[in-house]
């Protein structure tokens, strides 16, 4: 399968071939839906029949050999065929909030020293949680640290190391819960110019200025040593 969203997050709808429908859902031989996963919820949107008629997918997720992408319709929505050809279309407003999130948290990794022991990315709130015991920063703080690396308009591209590459350098793996994956032969990284280098497979956006103002909603307390910390976006 051909996934799209991995060269341009910003794609917004394919034409396609049906490869497979079972009980699972849809495979197609590309698309642009992203499936859930590393903290991003899977895409919503449409498939198009030839005919004119339109499956509503609520949810994009990994197949069995996180290979490919497996579209999931709503309930009672019409079954294409294998070799139907189809037009994937994402729901954009709710991707690009997305995106902008997403790329956020990278963001707020680059703030806080701290490993990441987890984190959610949602359209309007979205959260990392830290090993922090020593928290050290307010929510002032991050704030405005976030809101100036928006401004200074970033540059932000994803670009490929082999396994080898990153075994050699361990600290571009910030997350302590979740590796990412290896074994066939290269990494993902995400490259915010001057801010961030860490391995990905999401969505961004191209430069730090589209995010927009933000805002650190809450710090809480999750444990001895793990501090959540919320992020808002204060622009539609």
Same mark, same amino acid.
């Given at each position: ?39 991003? /919820? ?6 198009? &029949? ?39 279309? +994402? ?7 997305? $995106?902008? $999130? ?8 680059? +703030? ?25 920063? %307010?929510?002032?703080?991050? %704030?405005?640290?976030?809101?100036? &690396? ?19 350098? /361990?600290?571009?793996?910030?997350? $302590?819960? #979740? ?9 993902? &990284? &995400? ?13 961004? #956006? ?31």
């Amino acid at each position: 399968m051909e996934l799209l969203f991995r060269d341009d997050a910003y794609q917004r709808s394919c034409d396609a071939v049906v490869t497979q429908v079972d009980d699972d859902g849809i495979r197609l031989d590309r698309t642009v839906f992203y499936p859930t996963g590393g903290g991003q /919820p899977g895409d919503n949107g449409t498939l198009t &029949l030839g005919d004119g008629r339109i499956v509503a997918i609520e949810t994009a997720r990994k197949g069995a050999d996180h290979q490919d992408v497996v579209h999931v319709p709503a309930a009672d929505q019409p079954a294409p065929s294998v070799g139907d050809t189809v037009t994937a279309a +994402i729901d954009w407003d709710r991707r690009y909030r997305h $995106m902008r $999130m997403h790329t956020c948290l990278h963001l707020l990794s680059a +703030i806080i020293k701290a490993p990441v022991t987890g984190g959610q990315v949602s359209e309007s709130r979205s959260r990392l949680d830290f090993d922090w015991p020593d928290a050290d920063l %307010t929510k002032e703080d991050i %704030t405005e640290g976030l809101n100036r &690396l928006v401004s200074e308009n970033h540059p932000v591209q994803p670009r490929w190391i082999t396994d080898e590459e990153l075994a050699a350098q /361990p600290e571009l793996v910030r997350t $302590m819960s #979740v590796k990412p994956p290896t074994g066939a032969g290269h990494v993902r &990284l &995400l490259d915010i110019e001057g801010v961030d280098l860490q391995p990905c497979g999401g969505t961004h #956006v191209r430069n730090t200025g589209e995010i927009g103002a933000v805002e650190v909603a809450k710090i809480e307390n999750k444990g001895r040593q793990n501090r959540r910390v919320s992020v808002v976006l204060l622009e539609d």
